[in-house]
Structure formats: C-alpha cells, structure tokens
C-alpha cells in the first residue's frame, strides 16, 4: 500500500522565529502520526527549520531551486546548496512559479533530474486553469504536463517522485475539487504514468491533491482510491490546523 504524504507549503510567509516555534507546537501534535510529514519553508527558514526538525517526524523541503548547480544566476538556489545542509525535498512547476516567474514545462523537467542528481525528492506540481477546465481540456492539460516532466527519466527515478495535482482554480481562493473529481483527475495522471513507465511505477508513485485542503476536507479527499495525501497551503501555517490535516485518520 501506497504511504499518505502530506506536505505544507508555506510559499512567502514565516520568519526564522515564527518558524521554529510553529515546528515545535507541530511536532508534538504529530508525533503519533504514520503519514509521512513535509513543510517546504522560504529559503530564509530552510537552516532554522532543518535545526528545529532534529529528533522529531518533520521533513524539511524547500520551494523551488535552480537546474545548474553553480553559475551566474543572481539570487537562485542549486541543488547541491540545498543538499549541503540537508533538505530532503523540493517543490518543482508550482503554478505560482508558472504563472509570475516563467516556469516552462521545460525547466521543471530540468529541474526535476537537476533534484534527483542530489538525491533530492521533488514535488512536481501539476493543474489545469478554470478556463482549461470550463473548456473540457483539464485531463488533456494535466496529463501533458506530466508527461513533459517526466521526459527522459528511467522507471527508477519515476518512482523517487511525487506529483501534486493542484487545479489552480482551487489554490488558495475556499474552493475545493470534490473527493471524486480530485480522484478521477489523480487517476487520470496515474494512468498517464502507466503509459509512460508500466503498472509497478503506476502503482507505486505518490499522488497528492492540493488546492484549499483544510481538516474539513482532508479525511474525504485522503481516503479515495487514488490520492495519497495533499499538498497544502495556507492551512500548513497553523500548527493546529496543519496536524489536524495529518491526523485526519487519528
């Protein structure tokens, strides 16, 4: 059986202080937990985060990074620079990257084998617009997305990646995907993965759904068929609210 993955992402938000203190009221609430538990903090948390986290089931990921490992790219982040103080994961195509700063299908499939090169775990974010959806081509939007972003990788590093299914029409506005359209859009994007690499890969690669995922919501969307924990937002800037998230089957 797939493990449930649950990550926060805390996108701009949080100082070192504010940080550190909501990763120990976290720890404690979540210590009993069997799901596998990420916060991908602001470059400017990752050193305080990463201390914080020592001793307790907390993973620590950051949101974005550079594909080259070294050169003239004013104010980016590489891999090696995150693998050297010990980050396990790393947000990669997050819709927000792709709408403000340019993300292609491109540099997030760049970015993708840049991670796994320094044995980083990336979260590839995935989603179709509200026109895109509205017009009958999300399956169609998400699906090649996937594809592209997985180009050129082996069937071994498939399986090291988790996908997050975030309709972008869901991110941060209260609206939610119901808990069967979010799972059919994850199978949809399963199936793609076992065009793409065959039934052992499908089956066993992680597939979150984020998009407004609140403690309301996460025991529905977490115990269909198909979607294996979630990617979630603002709720992950509560720590009382983010381990509700995770405990959702306590």
Same mark, same amino acid.
């Given at each position: 059986?797939?493990?449930?993955?649950?990550?926060?992402? %805390?996108?701009?938000?949080?100082?070192?202080?504010?940080?550190?203190?909501? *990763?120990?009221?976290?720890?404690?609430?979540?210590?009993?937990?069997?799901n596998?538990? *990420?916060?991908?903090?602001?470059?400017?948390?990752?050193?305080?985060?990463?201390?914080?986290?020592?001793?307790?089931?907390?993973?620590?990921?950051?949101?974005?990074?550079?594909?080259?490992?070294? +050169?003239?790219?004013? +104010?980016?982040?590489?891999?090696?620079?995150?693998?050297?103080?010990g980050?396990?994961?790393?947000?990669?195509?997050?819709?927000?990257?792709?709408?403000?700063?340019?993300?292609?299908?491109?540099?997030?499939?760049?970015?993708?084998?840049?991670?796994?090169?320094?044995?980083?775990?990336?979260?590839?974010?995935? +989603?179709?617009?509200?026109?895109?959806?509205?017009?009958?081509k999300?399956?169609?939007?998400?699906?090649?997305?996937?594809?592209?972003?997985?180009?050129?990788?082996?069937?071994?590093?498939?399986?090291?990646?988790? *996908?997050?299914?975030e309709?972008? %029409?869901?991110?941060?506005?209260?609206?939610?995907?119901?808990?069967?359209?979010?799972?059919?859009?994850?199978?949809?994007?399963?199936?793609?993965?076992?065009?793409?690499?065959?039934?052992?890969?499908?089956?066993?690669?992680?597939?979150?759904? +984020?998009?407004?995922?609140?403690?309301?919501?996460?025991?529905?969307?977490f115990?269909?068929?198909?979607?294996?924990?979630?990617?979630?937002?603002?709720?992950?800037?509560?720590?009382?609210?983010?381990a509700?998230?995770?405990?959702?089957?306590?």
């Amino acid at each position: 059986m797939r493990r449930k993955v649950i990550a926060g992402n %805390w996108k701009m938000n949080m100082l070192p202080n504010e940080a550190m203190a909501c *990763i120990e009221q976290l720890a404690s609430l979540v210590k009993d937990t069997e799901n596998e538990v *990420i916060l991908c903090v602001p470059y400017t948390d990752l050193f305080y985060s990463l201390l914080t986290a020592q001793g307790t089931n907390i993973k620590i990921g950051a949101q974005n990074m550079h594909f080259e490992e070294k +050169g003239a790219f004013t +104010g980016e982040v590489s891999g090696p620079m995150l693998k050297c103080i010990g980050v396990e994961y790393v947000i990669i195509g997050h819709s927000e990257r792709r709408q403000y700063f340019a993300e292609t299908d491109e540099t997030v499939n760049k970015k993708i084998k840049a991670a796994l090169a320094n044995e980083l775990k990336p979260i590839v974010c995935v +989603g179709e617009t509200l026109e895109q959806r509205e017009s009958g081509k999300a399956e169609e939007v998400f699906t090649t997305q996937t594809r592209k972003a997985f180009e050129g990788l082996s069937a071994e590093d498939a399986k090291k990646v988790i *996908i997050a299914y975030e309709p972008i %029409w869901a991110i941060g506005t209260g609206k939610t995907a119901t808990s069967e359209d979010a799972n059919n859009s994850v199978k949809a994007i399963r199936n793609e993965i076992r065009n793409l690499y065959g039934d052992e890969v499908a089956d066993e690669i992680i597939i979150q759904y +984020g998009g407004s995922v609140k403690s309301s919501n996460a025991k529905e969307l977490f115990t269909t068929s198909d979607i294996d924990g979630g990617l979630v937002g603002g709720a992950s800037l509560k720590a009382d609210e983010f381990a509700k998230i995770v405990n959702y089957m306590l």
